[in-house]
């Protein structure tokens, strides 16, 4: 994922205080022993929007695109589990 | 028109007798998996007789070819063919894989049909799989289908539950699920459904649960399109999308009923999913997401859209009409960053600059304005990081400076670049404006400190010093700075023997300075002011002391001597430093490091070796370790000491013959200044090195071998580049019979005064010197080098002997094409 806002979740006119605050959390539900490479990648998205001119930097120079990954988090991010309909569920064990 | 009728193959062929089949050719078609002609050869057994071994033999190259098409998904023609075989042999239909194969066609409700006329005959095992593999058929095959069960059948009798369980599934009830399922038993025929069931409940809520239970359920079960389901639904990040193909149609469908996706988007997932098959273009994906831009929420499609315009500047037409208008802010922000993909830096200066310009307009924009000209001003200084600061990088610091003056780390840059530039004006307005702001800033401050030490204000200096030291109590760079500053000023008032500015300057250096080094030039400094008392000896040996040893002691020494204008050798004398005598291995190398961080060129340094020369050359035939012996030799090859650097690469050559860096050094050192009088054993010597070197992969020697052998070879005037016949035609042996024979009839005095006037005054007395007073060994390799290189023309004649014509240096030949290009593993131990 390339974008700050969605590795720390948090909106993309979070203030300073709201961004530390996720920072932090984030970086207590998975410390750097348990996972290095997460631990890295939520720090990198801290120090890249941590003050309101580092926002400023990252909106005017940043030029990481979207990937496929992150559209996809995107545009499910306010999907919830569904019901399969019952009528597929006969059909895929060969009901007519 | 008539056409004549062509006979038919058939017609024209002749009779076809077939062969007699005999039983083993039948058994071996069958042995060797070619069931196809194992059939025919058994139905032509089979008309002969209907004898049982041939009957069973006909059955399984049935059963082999059946099974064969079923592996290649034809589970219909597997199916007529089981029944062929049923109808030719007599075998059952229910055995084997033919239910399973019913299924698998699709054909669940033949397959009940044959379950309810055959179970009897099957033992109570075969009866319980069966039921097992055929319990997704009867759950979902109407009740008209299930007349032929037995009524206590497990499949009968546990079937409501199972459809209870499913319906409240699809409802997402899942407590009536739980109770559901609660009546289907282990044993039952629907017991894979239970689990799976279970595992999707738990999905709900938490996904590597689900895949934990997922485990539970064996694989190939009669529920495995549910099951496989589940396993695309539980994958992690993106992996799900691109398994989706490993589905059909309705388990796709189901995936996404059971993540949640709406109808709407669908289209758009499956899209993605192609997309993740492989490497998407930024274009592709803009496409994909304008064209799906009603389904998503609001600004959703827009803003990926606009983060992909960098990658695909093409798209800004459409992002207008799908997205509405950018401002024409917007289009320069995005075609500068686009130009910067492109690596087109022009392009990119001429976009950011125009977009500085609207920005600039706005007043909240304007620290927006200042970010970007600070990032031209970087990108200028990326572009060319060794030169000096660019004018325009400037001029952008300082505008961005106007239009946001907080920003401390550019007040910086700025001030640092300016002091490089010289632009006393501008710097101290620059520095004015920083210190005026951050009044209490130690990294200002201190920039004021070297500020004020440039141009000599050492006053000024120690106060804004002080002011730093307040701030950050344990700063080292402002001790240094202003230490050495105080040091540098009382070697001045020393050499203009004015001893109480001097003190004075030095108590002021003693407050800043820490190292036992600068304590160790201190005390020197103050033995050389003290110079008729004892005290003044007692503060040089105790100055000598705080260095790391005797060697380096006495280098300091000669160099605060010279720095000072006093005699060096009363200062030695003085110091009680013992002359001519041996230094350790230890001192050489510790005198290496210091010769190391002083300037080249320092005069003060090369009275300080010629000074120690007997000493280094005594210590040249210590057991240095290799590297330390290379520390040495490079050293000495950093100031140029040529005569000392070649009898410590031949003390090394002795130890470890050949090794290529010391064949360069000796080389370098011996003929360095004049290449052109290289001998023919020194080209061979070094091509070999050459060689070696190139071989182990020491890039660095390689790359000095190389520029060595093109001097030396150009000046000799030889032929091309890569010819390695230029070290044929050299001087032969014919000339040292001839000096020898000068020397005879001249003498030493007369001869050593014609080859002076011949080499020329600077390199005779340089060899002269490597000699230390051997007059012997000087002549011997004065007619060395007179036979390697050849007299010069008119040696020995009375006319050129009365008029001599020095030897005069051909002028440098083009650099020969190098042989190998740089890398950037280089293996050399002083590699950058």
């Known amino acids: 994922m390339t974008d700050p806002y969605r590795v720390l979740g948090v909106a993309n006119t979070a203030d300073d205080e709201a961004i530390r605050a996720a920072y932090l959390a984030a970086i207590r539900a998975c410390p750097p022993e348990r996972d290095r490479l997460h631990f890295e990648r939520v720090r990198a998205a801290y120090e890249s929007i941590a003050t309101e001119r580092d926002r400023w930097a990252h909106a005017l120079f940043d030029v990481a695109a979207p990937t496929v990954q992150e559209v996809l988090e995107i545009v499910s991010a306010d999907m919830r589990p569904g019901c399969p309909d019952e009528r597929r569920l006969y059909r895929l064990l060969g009901g007519k | 028109m008539s056409r004549k009728k062509r006979p038919s193959k058939a017609s024209a062929a002749p009779p076809v007798v077939k062969k007699a089949v005999l039983p083993d050719q039948a058994e071996a078609a069958l042995g060797a998996s070619r069931y196809r002609e194992a059939i025919e050869h058994y139905k032509e057994l089979l008309k002969q007789e209907r004898r049982p071994a041939w009957i069973e033999g006909l059955a399984a190259a049935y059963a082999g070819r059946a099974a064969q098409l079923a592996q290649k998904g034809m589970v219909k023609e597997a199916s007529a063919l089981w029944r062929t075989r049923a109808d030719m042999c007599g075998t059952p239909l229910i055995e084997g894989p033919y239910v399973g194969w019913l299924l698998e066609a699709g054909e669940g409700e033949q397959a009940l049909r044959l379950l309810a006329g055959a179970t009897q005959k099957l033992s109570r095992d075969a009866q319980t799989q069966l039921e097992t593999q ?24 546990h079937r409501a539950a199972a459809q209870a369980a499913l319906a409240a599934f699809a409802r997402g009830d899942d407590a009536a699920m739980a109770e559901h399922v609660k009546v289907i038993p ?53 992996a799900w999308l691109a398994s989706l193909h490993s589905l059909n149609g309705e388990g796709r469908a189901l995936v996404l009923d059971i993540k949640g996706w709406p109808e709407e988007r669908r289209p758009l997932v499956l899209e993605l999913a192609r997309l993740s098959d492989g490497p998407a273009s930024a274009a592709m994906l803009y496409d994909l997401l304008a064209r799906h831009r009603s389904t998503l929420p609001a600004d959703t499609a827009a803003q990926l859209c606009r983060r992909l315009l960098p990658h695909a500047p093409e798209r800004l037409k459409t992002y207008s009409a799908n997205f509405g208008a950018l401002s024409a802010a917007e289009k320069d922000h995005i075609l500068a960053l686009a130009a910067e993909l492109k690596r087109d830096p022009e392009q990119a200066e001429d976009h950011w600059l ?15 304005a200042a970010l970007v000209l600070r990032r ?51 710097l101290r307005k620059c520095l004015e404006a920083a210190l005026a702001r951050f009044p209490d800033d130690a990294n200002v401050l201190l920039e004021a ?21 307040a701030l950050d109590p344990i700063n080292p760079r402002v001790r240094t700075v202003v230490g050495h500053a105080h040091l540098s000023h009382a070697r001045k008032q020393i050499a203009g023997r004015n001893p109480v500015s001097a003190r004075r300057e030095l108590d002021e250096a003693a407050q800043w300075l820490r190292t036992n080094a600068d304590h160790g030039s201190i005390k020197l400094l103050r033995g050389i002011i003290d110079e008729r008392g004892e005290e003044g000896d007692a503060l040089l040996r105790e100055g000598l002391a705080e260095m790391s040893c005797a060697l380096v002691g006495s280098f300091h020494l000669v160099l605060e001597a010279s720095h000072t204008r006093h005699d060096p050798k009363a200062l030695l004398r003085r110091a009680g430093i013992e002359r001519n005598r041996v230094p350790a291995a230890s001192e050489v190398v510790a005198l290496a490091h210091a010769l190391n961080t002083a300037r080249v060129g320092d005069k003060a340094v090369q009275i300080a070796l010629d000074l120690l020369g007997d000493e280094l050359r005594g210590a040249s035939a210590a057991q240095f370790a290799e590297s330390d012996q290379l520390v040495v030799c490079e050293a000495l090859h950093r100031h140029n000491k040529r005569a000392l650097v070649r009898r410590y690469a031949e003390a090394a050559l002795q130890r470890w013959p050949a090794r290529p860096v010391f064949v360069y050094l000796r080389a370098s050192a011996a003929y360095g200044a004049n290449p ?11 091509d070999r090195a050459l060689e070696v070197a190139q ?14 052998l093109a001097a030396a070879t150009g000046h000799i005037g030889l032929p091309g580049e890569d010819d390695d016949d230029y070290l044929d035609g050299l001087p032969g042996d014919d000339a040292g019979t001839v000096l020898e024979m000068m020397l005879a009839a001249l003498g030493e005095d007369a001869f050593l005064a014609m080859v002076r006037k011949q080499l020329g005054k600077p390199l005779f007395d340089e060899m002269r010197r490597d000699f230390g007073g051997n007059r012997k060994q000087f002549i011997r390799a004065l007619i060395g080098l007179l036979a390697d290189i050849g007299p010069p023309p008119g040696l020995g004649d009375t006319g050129a002997y009365a008029d001599p014509q020095p030897i005069v240096p051909l002028k440098p030949p083009p650099r020969r094409k190098r042989r190998t290009a740089p890398t950037d593993t280089q293996k050399d131990l002083f590699d950058d």
């Open chain 2, 186 to 238: 282990f044993s039952s025929p629907y017991r894979d459904l239970r689990a799976l069931l279970k595992a999707f409940s738990l999905y709900r809520t938490d996904a590597s649960q689900a895949a934990v239970a997922l485990t539970r359920v064996p694989a190939d079960g009669p529920f495995e399109p549910l099951a496989a389901v589940l396993r695309v639904c539980v994958l992690p990040g993106e």
């Open chain 2, 676 to 686: 052109w009088r290289m001998p023919r054993r020194e080209l061979l010597a070094l």
């Open chain 2, 354 to 368: 125009n977009l500085v310009e609207r920005l600039r307009a706005d007043p909240a924009q304007r620290a927006r």
């Open chain 2, 695 to 708: 071989a182990s992969g020491d890039q660095r020697t390689v790359l000095r071998l190389d520029d060595l």
């Open chain 2, 376 to 426: 031209l001003a970087n990108e200028r200084s990326r572009y060319d990081p060794g030169g000096p600061p660019d004018e325009d990088a400037l001029a952008w610091l300082a505008q961005s400076l106007e239009l946001d003056p907080e920003d401390r780390a550019t007040h910086l840059t700025l001030i640092r670049a300016l002091r490089v530039r010289s632009e006393p004006k501008e």
């Open chain 2, 134 to 157: 055929v319990a997704a058929a009867v759950l979902v095959a109407p009740d008209s289908a299930l007349t032929g069960l037995a009524a206590d059948s497990p499949l009968l009798r």
């Open chain 2, 449 to 469: 400190v070297e500020t004020a030490l440039a141009s000599g204000a050492f006053k000024k200096a120690a106060t804004l010093a002080k002011r730093v030291l």
